[in-house]
């Protein structure tokens, strides 16, 4: 087991609320009617104000005081976007910037793994710890997913929330990340994408093309299929690392995809209903901020407490699966 102890953890929600009648609304739908069909009372959109990068700084620093950390004691800052706040510099060179330690010279980097993001950091800062490299890591998930959404597409439109969370995490005390497994499959590259922001939609190709790009765009039931596929291997596999099963994992926290994914997880569990921590109705789908975003609100309301063995897990565009026994 790798020592990690979460010394402060918070989130971030952005002030705009969204119901869905008000996106029943939009989508010329019956009152009730997205309710229903997706499962979402409401979800939070970021106002032009709440940049990826200020969102990520403002739960960094609920998170720094609730570690008791003062600015620049710690090692790192490793980012976990779904999707960047622009394509140079990174966004964890931004929130440096909006913590104000942006002469510090503290090593700050974004890493990619979509909604996988999160995991992927807290596996590197885990490695950090390992060689002894780093001490202390501020880690922190933001993400606007309401800025490529296409709202001719339900699927999409209805499903997706905005927010962010940050975690400080520290090379000692009773926690530790027992085990963590990845696995990705790139024959389902098509099936989730948003094609600007890089190098393969370019401004010659004119502003239609940079438009339609700029959405995200998803074959719901392909992806659906393809991560139900792929989850259970690298469940059982962090599990068995971890010395667990499926039914003495005592709390699960999955990327909350949609309402029929965080369902399917459930029923992969013994009293998945009871295990599963499910925000889905009341955040939606908020990308690499989702996990992080379900490990701050079960510690809040007490169903994650010192001690106890956590599994996170989720998806992301690829296909890719993750899976982390984590030790609290």
Not at 64 to 89: H, R, S, T
Not at 162 to 177: K, R
């Amino acid at each position: 087991m790798t020592p990690l102890t979460i010394r402060g953890i918070a989130s971030y929600l952005p002030r705009n609320i969204v119901p869905s009648t008000a996106l029943d609304a939009r989508l010329g739908r019956a009152a009730g009617a997205v309710k229903r069909e997706f499962g979402i009372a409401e979800r939070r959109v970021a106002d032009a104000e709440e940049t990826t990068s200020r969102m990520g700084a403002a739960a960094a620093r609920t998170a720094l005081e609730a570690a008791g950390w003062k600015n620049g004691d710690f090692d790192v800052i490793i980012g976990g976007c779904g999707v960047m706040e622009q394509p140079i510099p990174s966004t964890a060179v931004m929130v440096q910037r909006e913590l104000g330690l942006g002469r510090s010279g503290i090593p700050s980097f974004d890493v990619n793994q979509t909604c996988l993001s999160f995991l992927l950091a807290l596996d590197i800062a885990a490695m950090g710890f390992e060689t002894g490299r780093w001490r202390r890591a501020l880690l922190f998930s933001s993400d606007i997913a309401s800025a490529g959404l296409d709202d001719t597409c339900a699927k999409t439109a209805c499903i997706f929330g905005d927010g962010a969370a940050a975690v400080c995490i520290e090379a000692q005390g009773p926690g530790g990340l027992r085990s963590r497994r990845f696995q990705t499959f790139g024959d389902g590259t098509h099936l989730a994408t948003l094609r600007a922001g890089g190098t393969r939609v370019r401004v010659e190709e004119g502003y239609d093309a940079l438009v339609e790009g700029s959405r995200f765009r998803m074959d719901a039931f392909g992806i659906f299929k393809a991560a139900a596929r792929a989850l259970p291997a690298v469940i059982d596999g962090a599990l068995a690392d971890a010395g667990h099963d499926r039914a003495s994992i005592g709390l699960v926290l999955c990327h909350q995809a949609s309402a029929p994914a965080v369902a399917h997880v459930m029923r992969l569990f013994p009293d998945g209903a009871r295990k599963v921590v499910d925000i889905f109705p009341t955040h939606g789908n908020q990308i690499a901020a989702s996990i992080p975003t379900a490990l701050a609100h079960a510690i809040a309301t007490g169903r994650a407490t010192p001690g106890t063995d956590v599994l996170l897990l989720g998806t992301a565009a690829g296909v890719s699966a993750g899976a982390m026994v984590l030790r609290l």
